[in-house]
């Protein structure tokens, strides 16, 4: 799912191609992407786009006359600048937003459809898809350490949850606990104030270098490959490769449609956390440190 780094190249860039421009249609493909029937989308033809925000994960674009379309391109969904009347691509495609100098479409990978979008007048309406989640680049040390210790959860579960931060999922987490060394599934109240500082530097750090990352291999362009996984990440996506700084093959956690990767090493003292799709058939035959994972794989 594209996350607050990905979002935010996003709404950078749709500023430059799009923000004071006039949309002059939308072309819907799959009609039920739009979930909402008033006001009709037929009402923002022709009205100038003012602006884009973000909402969390979502992108906010502003039109005259205090319209809104929100978009929410879920796990899937992805944008890109084409020539004007572009052909919506069958299978993928969701929709195109046509202006008199190109075509932004919007498409959906898979067939399980969840990218969405919902049109609105006034910003009351605006504030119902506002989880208020904290900004993390925006928020002092203080306010992040009383958002974390808020509720009690996991880690993963904090980081994740748009309610306590705003724009973080699944990829960046895992970026942001490894950069921390801190185990995604130590629970938030049983933190240290040393933990919570290093959780906090992490974030900062982690979100900001790969907004510039993204920001730079985007130049004047428009993304084009958004993706989850990328190979310089530190452990998202690199489950049984080597862990860049100690070398120990990196570990995961499937619950569900998610997946936690982390280094047992650097973050769990060496500990393996119990693979829920696994361990339940494993049983007693679970490893349960590096050395005994690494033992039955011949390693010294």
């Not at 932004?104 to 898979?110: C, I, K, N, Q």
């Not at 919902?118 to 506002?130: A, I, T, Y």
């Not at 995604?184 to 109240?189: G, M, S, Y």
């Not at 040393?194 to 974030?203: D, E, K, S, T």
Request: charged share 25%.
């Amino acid at each position: 799912m594209p996350e607050l780094p990905d979002i935010t190249v996003y709404i950078e860039r749709l500023e430059s191609f799009a923000s004071g421009k006039v949309l002059l249609q939308v072309r819907l493909l799959s009609p039920f992407v739009l979930r909402t029937a008033l006001p009709p989308i037929e009402e923002i033809f022709g009205k100038e786009v003012t602006g884009f925000r973000r909402l969390g994960k979502r992108i906010v674009f502003k039109f005259a006359d205090d319209y809104y379309l929100v978009l929410h391109l879920m796990v899937l969904g992805r944008l890109f600048w084409k020539k004007k009347g572009c052909a919506i691509p069958r299978g993928r495609g969701l929709a195109a937003f046509d202006f008199s100098h190109g075509s932004l479409l919007f498409t959906e990978a898979g067939t399980r459809k969840k990218a969405s979008m919902h049109l609105v007048k006034g910003k009351e309406r605006l504030g119902s898809f506002n989880t208020r989640g904290l900004e993390i680049l925006e928020a002092p040390l203080e306010a992040f350490g009383q958002r974390l210790l808020s509720e009690n959860h996991t880690l993963k579960r904090a980081l994740t949850d748009p309610w306590l931060f705003s724009g973080i999922g699944n990829t960046y987490s895992d970026e942001i606990l490894f950069a921390a060394r801190l185990s995604p599934v130590l629970q938030t109240r049983k933190m240290s104030d040393g933990q919570v500082r290093a959780l906090y530097n992490a974030a900062q750090t982690t979100l900001a270098a790969w907004t510039g990352r993204l920001r730079g291999e985007t130049g004047d362009g428009f993304p084009e490959k958004v993706t989850a996984v990328r190979p310089d990440m530190a452990v998202h996506g690199r489950f049984g490769k080597p862990c860049a700084v100690c070398g120990t093959a990196i570990q995961r956690i499937v619950y569900a449609e998610n997946e936690t990767n982390y280094c047992p090493r650097c973050q769990t003292g060496g500990r393996l956390l119990a693979d829920r799709a696994l361990s339940k058939l494993l049983h007693k035959d679970w490893p349960r440190t590096v050395e005994e994972l690494e033992a039955r794989h011949g390693r010294e």
